[in-house]
């Protein structure tokens, strides 16, 4: 089993050591190698994503991914900045199918900003497309106006697109993790999230989603604009079961949806190809307000090394065990800043690492 190990800039680096702590206390046996990501590897070797980072994730098993990014970086062209990097990752290993799980534990019901009946047992995985959309659609850039409100003026312009395998595929995903979770005792329903009302290309996901939706009689469907879906995710989150939607709303969607857990410090995710390669990393970002404090939160990247476990290392008992740890440590009373609570224990990032290497031991 091959893991290549990129930790990128900012916390990235602190969470994914804690992450490899307890990967390393498994007893299976990895071959881990750690690459430069992001600006880290544009400041080592002048590119975001050099050759050998994208060579190395290609040829491993799986890779646990960090995080990517700083201020200091945002003036460079957009080539060379380093959320290209993990768009290139996404791009180049066709990682089409990004799975973000919000679970609010039971002992974190009290450190989310709504109130405890709204989010006790809530359960939801957000299905997000991960290729396609206005991040990648064609064509982009600036150029001065020929039409619109202000002829001759400058302008910039993005493409968001969608083609029909594109949304059949990730229709299917949605529908088969529904049926999964429906055997495991959940509803058995996916909301697929649009904006058909005003766009023609979530009309055409809307109709492509309704027609895959009619190979799977057993799972229910039904579809929400996204305006709307951004309010019942805090109005009545556990209404949701499975969540699928595009590349943009599926972004946003899923930091809002970070809260019903308590933190975006606790929501993992995965993103997987047809070939079950998968792509496994915290759904926050580098962090650069606490980078190097040893307070980030290094839960998410556990729970995302569990989810590595179960999707693409076929090492579902692993993954319990470190799901298991992560409960119990939050048992003890054990809170980085972003979860702490009157009458709970405030750790920092290693020591929180710690407590899950000695819960697993
Ligand atoms: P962010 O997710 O990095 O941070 C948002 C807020 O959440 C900050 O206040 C931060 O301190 C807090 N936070 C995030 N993770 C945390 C953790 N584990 N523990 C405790 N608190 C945590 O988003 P941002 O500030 O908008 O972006 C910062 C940089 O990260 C940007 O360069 C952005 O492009 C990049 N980014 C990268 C990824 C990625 O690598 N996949 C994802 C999102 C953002
Ligand atoms: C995420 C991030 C990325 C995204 C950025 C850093 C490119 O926000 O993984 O959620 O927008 O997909
Ligand atoms: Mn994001």
Redesign the pocket.
């Known amino acids: 089993m091959k893991i290549a190990i990129l930790p990128?800039d900012?916390?990235?680096t602190e969470?994914v050591a804690e992450a490899v702590r307890v990967l390393n206390v498994l007893d299976l046996k990895f071959e881990m190698e750690t690459a430069l990501v992001?600006g880290a590897a544009f400041d080592a070797h002048g590119h975001p994503l050099p050759e050998s980072t994208l060579k190395l994730a290609m040829a491993s098993d799986a890779v646990l991914?960090?995080?990517?990014?700083?201020?200091k970086?945002?003036t460079l062209d957009r080539p060379l900045r380093?959320?290209q990097a993990?768009l290139g990752l996404r791009k180049n290993m066709g990682l089409f199918a990004n799975f973000r799980p919000a679970i609010c534990y039971e002992q974190l019901v009290g450190a989310s900003s709504l109130k405890p009946e709204l989010i006790s047992g809530l359960d939801i995985l957000i299905i997000r497309e991960l290729t396609g959309d206005i991040y990648f659609g064609q064509p982009r850039g600036r150029r001065v106006a020929t039409d619109g409100h202000f002829p001759g003026a400058e302008e910039a312009f993005d493409t968001m697109r969608y083609s029909k395998p594109e949304i059949e595929r990730i229709a299917h995903v949605a529908f088969q993790a529904a049926r999964k979770r429906k055997a495991a005792g959940k509803e058995g329903r996916v909301t697929s999230v649009d904006k058909a009302n005003v766009l023609e290309t979530f009309q055409f996901w809307k109709d492509v989603v309704s027609e895959v939706g009619k190979e799977y009689p057993d799972i229910a469907l039904d579809h929400m604009y996204v305006d709307n879906a951004a309010m019942q995710l805090v109005k009545e989150p556990k209404r949701f079961d499975v969540v699928v939607t595009g590349n943009m709303f599926g972004d946003i969607l899923s930091?809002e949806a970070s809260m019903l857990t308590g933190?975006?410090?606790m929501l993992p995710s995965a993103s997987l190809n047809s070939k079950n390669q998968g792509l496994y990393?915290?759904?926050?970002?580098?962090?650069?307000?606490?980078a190097g404090k040893g307070?980030?939160?290094?839960l998410?990247t556990i729970l995302s090394a569990a989810m590595m476990l179960r999707f693409s290392l076929n090492q579902a008992a692993a993954a319990d065990r470190i799901e298991t740890a992560v409960k119990a440590v939050l048992a003890q009373g054990l809170r980085?800043?972003?979860i702490y609570s009157e009458g709970t224990t405030k750790v920092g990032t290693s020591q929180m690492g710690d407590a899950v290497v000695k819960a697993l031991r």
């Not at 991914?65 to 201020?71: K, L, Y």
């Not at 307070?295 to 290094?298: E, G, L, Q, W």
Request: hydrophobic letters at 30%; charged letters at 20%.
């Open positions: 990128g900012g916390i990235g969470i992001g991914f960090g995080a990517v990014g700083d201020w970086y945002d380093p959320e993990i930091d933190s975006i410090g990393e915290p759904s926050h970002g580098s962090a650069p307000d606490i307070v980030a939160n290094p998410a980085t800043p972003d």
